[in-house]
């Protein structure tokens, strides 16, 4: 069974400071590896995607996560974020093949908060 | 339109009334799929389509669960005889192939 752990609930940073939001997967096949973003009142936004290749992802806004499978990681960095970047950040892993191929297991979420 | 779209937004209903759902995905998009969200909670798979069939339907909750999309394009949720646990944020996603997974605005429902 594959499932997704954000560690960490709540990340307040300081305006222009990096950040990184942590993400573990388990899956005993292969994975697909995404990030999702929802600001306030607003829905699901795609961040970005690991389906294969290079193991670092840039996405949208600045964000960028490095799949990492021996640690069976998939981390979310910005190194300088910004009051916009206010939101809730979901982790999500959707299998790669097989009868599961169809859906995604989202992690709880972390609420990013920025402070100027 | 270019993204998903659901409809009603927003939902208020009382215990034991049914409810409907609609879902209308990004065109072309074959895979479409139902996700609920409880406050404080990332979303929870539901089911999902390809076409017109129905894939798979292990997180309906019960059997006051249902969903269909018997034209492979528009989908609704109906949930039977609503109870209060039912109240949630219920968002719908479509896909093309394996690769990203689009969602809608959600529809927020209240059960009262």
Known sequence: ?116 | GAGVSQSPRYKVTKRGQDVALRCDPISGHVSLYWYRQALGQGPEFLTYFNYEAQQDKSGLPNDRFSAERPEGSISTLTIQRTEQRDSAMYRCASSLGATGVYFGPGTRLLVL
Not at chain 1, 51 to 66: D, H, P, Q, R
Not at chain 1, 67 to 85: A, E, M, Y
Request: charged share 15%; glycine share 8%.
């Open chain 1, 1 to 116: 069974a594959q499932s997704v752990t954000q560690l960490d609930s709540q990340v307040p940073v300081f305006e222009e400071a990096p950040v990184e939001l942590r993400c573990n997967y388990s899956s005993s096949v292969s994975v697909y590896l995404f990030w999702y973003v929802q600001y306030p009142n607003q829905g699901l936004q795609l961040l970005l995607k690991y389906l294969s290749g290079s193991t670092l992802v840039k996405g949208i806004n600045g964000f960028e996560a490095e799949f990492n499978k021996s640690q069976t990681s998939f981390h979310l960095r910005k190194p300088s974020v910004h009051i916009s970047d206010t939101a809730e950040y979901f982790c999500a892993v959707r299998a790669g093949y097989g009868g599961s191929q169809g859906n995604l297991i989202f992690g709880k979420g972390t609420k990013l908060s920025v402070k100027p």
